[in-house]
């Protein structure tokens, strides 16, 4: 990974496998708060719908997508067409790009507005993002407990707890390996925002 003097962050390596690799930097972006505020009152927050079961359910948390032109996204039945970039969406994109030489033209925005939010159980998998995708994961706001398990070992897990401005990065196969979730819970009572940036791929 190529990493730049801009950033002088440390990592912490959380999967480091032949297949798999999990990276950790604390406090990415150090001003945090004020990315927090704007990202809650500049996105485009909407509640979605999924049905499971042939039960119509809301989404347990708010979403919004955003995008280059044309970069749709499906994933459990909900179809997400991309707003387009926000100042402060581009801004954290270049950011992340410069540290790690990877390129995205998405970003799925998830706001968790108490421990009441969660998302269950999934692998950033879909078709879309093609194989051994590069996942940037992005934390705003309170901080959450986020759990890695692997597929074909449900009882081993990996629990990390995320800090506002801290980066997750997910590559090579981890996405076919693991699968991953933010879990209820009553301590918490603010709100948190990820953001995971991807690379949509169109044939």
């Known amino acids: 990974m190529q990493q730049s003097s801009l950033f002088p962050v440390s990592s912490e390596s959380i999967i480091n ?3 798999c690799r999990v990276e950790l930097f604390r406090g990415f972006i150090s001003n945090h708060q004020n990315y927090f505020f704007q990202l809650v009152e500049g996105l ?7 049905t499971l079961y042939g039960k119509t359910h809301n989404v347990p948390r ?7 032109p044309g970069m ?5 039945g909900i179809h997400l067409m991309p707003n387009n970039w926000t100042l402060e969406l581009k801004e954290l994109k270049e950011k992340i790009e410069s540290y790690t030489a990877q390129k995205f033209n998405s970003v799925l925005c998830n706001f ?3 421990g009441s939010d969660y998302v ?9 993002l093609g194989p051994n995708p590069f996942i940037a994961s992005l934390s705003f706001g309170e901080e959450r407990k986020f759990i890695l398990r692997e597929k074909d070992n449900k009882v081993s897990k990996v629990e990390l707890l995320l800090g506002s401005g801290d980066l997750l990065l997910m590559s090579d196969k981890t996405q076919e390996v693991y699968e991953h979730q933010i879990s209820k819970t009553k301590k918490v009572t603010e709100g948190r925002i990820n953001l995971t940036f991807r690379q949509i791929i169109r044939s």
């Open 120 to 128: 269950a159980w999934h692998s950033d998998n879909e078709s879309e």
């Open 44 to 50: 485009a927050w909407q509640q979605d719908q999924i």
């Open 72 to 76: 749709e996204y499906t994933y459990s």
């Open 112 to 114: 968790y507005r108490s």
């Open 62 to 68: 708010l979403q919004a997508w955003y995008g280059d």
């Open 17 to 19: 496998t032949n297949e």
